[in-house]
């Protein structure tokens, strides 16, 4: 049984990076079906898609937060990670990780990590 | 403001029958790509309701069915209960933006 679990700070000071790892296991992240994404949920708001990348590097990112996404994957660690630079008050969400099928769907979600940017 | 436009609530009393639409653009929906849906009950995690959308994943009873329609989708879902209370998700592919998309969410309430 496939499974993800996100982990990293659950807070982080505005102007810095976010900075999260999602780890794979049950199964490997080497696989030419699937992505591997980062979605987020603000508190009392809607999911929006971060980023997606494939076990090569090839990723995908929203455009609305382009800039400031960086999506790497390591296939030593069974684990791929998201940096989100100059993080803002707006950023503060639930943050999860997934599993994306070649449908474009993400069937498979970790079990999501709270991230608050403030001082 | 969500590329998938989808009604901010609905709801209905149980036994009955309740509508989500999704709406979306020639980039999106429009351009065939496939239409899912998601169920998020309270305080946990966006499960697959329907994916390719029409299809249901095991465990998924037949009171949930999508369909879809030219740049629009929509989740029906028959027989109301209780248990039904939750936020629904639409999510596609969008060409213009080479990502995906999610809807804004419908908050379900069983009257």
């Known amino acids: 049984q496939l499974q993800l679990q996100e982990s990293g700070p659950g807070l982080v000071k505005p102007s810095e990076t976010l900075s999260l790892t999602c780890t794979v296991s049950?199964?490997?992240?080497?696989?030419?079906?699937?992505?591997w994404g980062w979605i987020r949920q603000p508190p009392g708001g809607g999911l929006e898609w971060i980023g997606s990348?494939?076990?090569?590097?090839?990723?995908y990112h929203n455009p609305s937060l382009k800039s400031r996404v960086s999506i790497s994957v390591d296939m030593s660690k069974n684990q791929f990670s998201l940096n989100l630079t100059s993080v803002t008050a707006a950023d503060t969400a639930v943050y999860y990780c997934?599993?994306?099928?070649?449908?474009?769907?993400?069937?498979?979600w970790g079990q999501g990590t709270m991230v608050t940017a403030s001082s | 403001q969500s590329v998938l436009t989808q009604p901010p609530s609905v709801s209905g009393a149980p036994g009955q029958t309740v509508n989500i639409s999704c709406t979306g653009t020639?980039?999106?929906?429009?351009?065939?790509?496939?239409v899912h849906w998601y169920q998020q009950l309270p305080g946990t995690v966006p499960k697959v309701l329907i994916y390719?959308?029409?299809n249901r994943p095991s465990g998924v009873p037949d009171r949930f069915s999508g369909s879809k329609s030219d740049t629009s989708a929509s989740l029906a879902i028959t027989g109301l209960q209780t248990e039904d209370e939750a936020d629904y998700y639409c999510?596609?592919?969008?060409?213009?933006?080479?990502?995906?998309?999610f809807g804004g969410g419908t908050k379900l309430t069983v009257l």
């Open positions: 990348v494939y076990y090569s590097g090839i990723t």
């Open positions: 997934a599993r994306r099928s070649v449908w474009d769907l993400f069937d498979i």
């Open positions: 049950g199964g490997s992240i080497y696989s030419t079906k699937y992505y």
């Open positions: 999510q596609s592919y969008d060409s213009s933006l080479s990502g995906s998309v």
């Open positions: 020639s980039s999106n929906i429009g351009a065939g790509f496939d």
């Open positions: 390719g959308n029409t």
